[in-house]
């Protein structure tokens, strides 16, 4: 693989050679801005400036091993099952629809397992894989999205039927597009006597989503989440969603993701959900999550199953860390756990300074007030 300059990296994740130069040195490597830097210190320096890493490692990743291997990229990527989240106005159905679809898709051993909630779960849809990401809200979508994560490669829009569209809705319209992700409007509750499926069609439209069938260019499925009804047709929409939008990724490195949820346990300690996004993920990897860090001392899946290993889009629940991290982090595993403990240390310092020249400025701010 051919290497980067201090001074080509500088020029493609957007800051000054000076800063990758100090951050090296902080680190006790010296370098100029005409030394060339070695894959593994290039993922450092990445992980370091953490949105950039986002944008090179995760969004922009064949763009970035583009220029490090040319020729193989395209080879290595493999098909990887979409992740879809649903959004949508309180009590238009996201839970019941969430359940409806788990319930109905367990796939045969899975029976009588106890699901356990880790904020995220795949189902077995025709023979392929579909994860969904089962956040507390849009407040975490949020929150994601203001860390510069990127989780979801597609938004189900539920409205309920028998209400129209309400400021949650709208609210999860304007994330889809800020995430400029497909969307599927799943039109909820048509079981009701009171449904009015045009009505749902029309605001929709007004809120600029028109359906397909009406001329535009949004697909919208008719669905009971209570019942069933539609729901078969729906997950159908994604699979062929997916096979038209070809979500890709390299099973064959060090897993990198992001957090979805994460908490302490009092007998576990520090648990995290991760989503694996690129790479596959080891029992026994060094990883760094946000500022923590530590080895995947286990790895379970949403039905609790022990994993040794969990490639792209799969949802995992971990333990093994040093301290908490929090959603929205992004995580990557490394080969050696000195390297992870050194980048965790780091950016926790980093963290630290951040924190504390902002809690400095308020304290002047404060003064300036009191004079
Ligand atoms: P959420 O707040 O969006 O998660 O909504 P829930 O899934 O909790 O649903 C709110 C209420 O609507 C619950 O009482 C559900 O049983 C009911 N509900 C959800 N989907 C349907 C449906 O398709 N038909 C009917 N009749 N009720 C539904
Ligand atoms: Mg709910």
């Known amino acids: 693989s051919s290497a980067l300059t201090v001074g080509e990296l500088a020029d493609k994740i957007g800051r000054n050679a000076s800063e990758i130069i100090k951050l090296l040195f902080m680190m006790g490597n010296m370098v100029t801005i005409n030394s060339t830097l070695d894959d593994e210190t290039i993922e450092l320096v990445c992980m370091e400036?953490?949105?950039?890493?986002?944008?090179?490692?995760?969004?922009?990743?064949?763009?970035f091993e583009e220029q490090m291997d040319v020729e193989e990229d395209a080879s290595l990527l493999t098909e990887r099952p979409p992740v879809i989240t649903i959004m949508g106005h309180v009590d238009h159905g996201k839970t019941t629809l969430l359940d409806t679809i788990r319930?109905?898709?367990v796939t045969e051993g899975e029976f009588g397992g106890i699901t356990q909630h880790i904020g995220a779960y795949q189902v077995s849809v025709k023979g392929k894989k579909v994860t969904f990401l089962d956040t507390p809200g849009h407040e975490a979508f949020t929150a994601m999205?203001?860390?510069?994560?990127?989780?979801?490669?597609?938004?189900?829009?539920?409205?309920?039927a028998d209400d129209g569209v309400m400021p949650q809705t709208k609210e999860a319209i304007d994330h889809a597009k800020a995430a400029g992700v497909p969307v599927i409007v799943a039109v909820n509750k048509i079981d009701k006597a009171e449904a009015n499926i045009d009505r749902i069609m029309s605001e929709m439209s007004d809120n600029g989503l028109m359906p397909e069938e009406w001329g535009g260019n949004t697909i919208f499925t008719k669905i009971s989440a209570k019942v069933g009804t539609g729901v078969p047709e729906l997950l159908e929409t994604i699979l062929v969603l997916s096979e038209v939008e070809d979500f890709r990724a390299n099973p064959n490195k060090m897993a990198s993701g992001t957090v979805i949820e994460a908490k302490l346990d009092k007998g576990r300690g520090p648990v995290a959900t991760l989503l694996i996004q690129n790479g596959t993920l080891h029992a026994g990897d060094a990883v760094v999550v946000g500022t923590s860090f530590g080895r995947v001392r286990k790895m379970v899946d949403d039905h609790g199953r022990e994993l040794k290993q969990a490639g792209p889009s799969s949802p995992v629940e971990i333990i093994g860390l040093n301290s908490v991290p929090v959603a929205g982090d992004i995580f990557k595993a490394f080969d050696s756990e000195k390297k992870a403990r050194q980048i965790a240390e780091t950016r926790?310092?980093?963290?630290?300074?951040?924190?504390?020249?902002?809690?400095?400025?308020?304290?002047?701010?404060?003064?300036?007030?009191?004079?």
Request: a negative charge; zero cysteines.
């Open 348 to 371: 926790l310092n980093k963290r630290i300074e951040q924190e504390r020249s902002v809690s400095s400025a308020l304290t002047l701010d404060d003064l300036a007030r009191q004079i």
């Open 145 to 160: 999205r203001a860390r510069g994560a990127k989780v979801t490669d597609v938004v189900i829009i539920v409205v309920a």
């Open 103 to 105: 319930k109905a898709h």
């Open 49 to 63: 400036f953490n949105v950039e890493v986002h944008k090179e490692i995760i969004i922009e990743e064949s763009d």
